[in-house]
Nanobody, 127 residues
């Protein structure tokens, strides 16, 4: 069973920054594209960003493009999300996810194509 553990959430004022991290227990971490999703109260889990196996290619949702940066460190099985210029509408629980199959499409934004999830980390942005 693969375990993903997120950390780094918290409370920040609008315009501030946070950095989220996700550590995977999977030995073949570098074989899987990864993604970040978020879910606010009453809403479905939505795509934030995804990254290729190597980390060279990234893809972002329209609402965060230009403000967030996804990256990975395959040597340490770690996925990160740098969030800048945060807005109150970014408030949500953030989840890291691993794609169902190895060598998948790094631009995948469909949450059903990710089968392992962390427990989530709360991000709250005050106005």
């Amino acid at each position: 069973q693969v375990q993903l553990v997120e950390s780094g959430g918290g409370l920040v004022q609008a315009g501030g920054s946070l950095r989220l991290s996700c550590t995977s227990s999977r030995r073949t971490f570098s074989s899987y594209a990864m993604g970040w999703f978020r879910q606010s109260t009453g809403n479905e889990r939505e795509f934030v960003a995804s990254i290729s196996r190597s980390g060279r290619n990234t893809h972002y949702g329209d609402l965060v493009n230009g403000r967030f940066t996804i990256s990975r460190d395959n040597a340490n099985n770690t996925l990160s999300l740098q969030m800048n210029n945060l807005k109150p509408e970014d408030t949500a629980v953030y989840f890291c996810g691993q794609q169902r199959t190895p060598f998948g499409n790094y631009r995948e934004a469909d949450r059903t194509q990710y089968d392992y999830w962390g427990q989530g980390t709360q991000v709250t942005v005050s106005s």
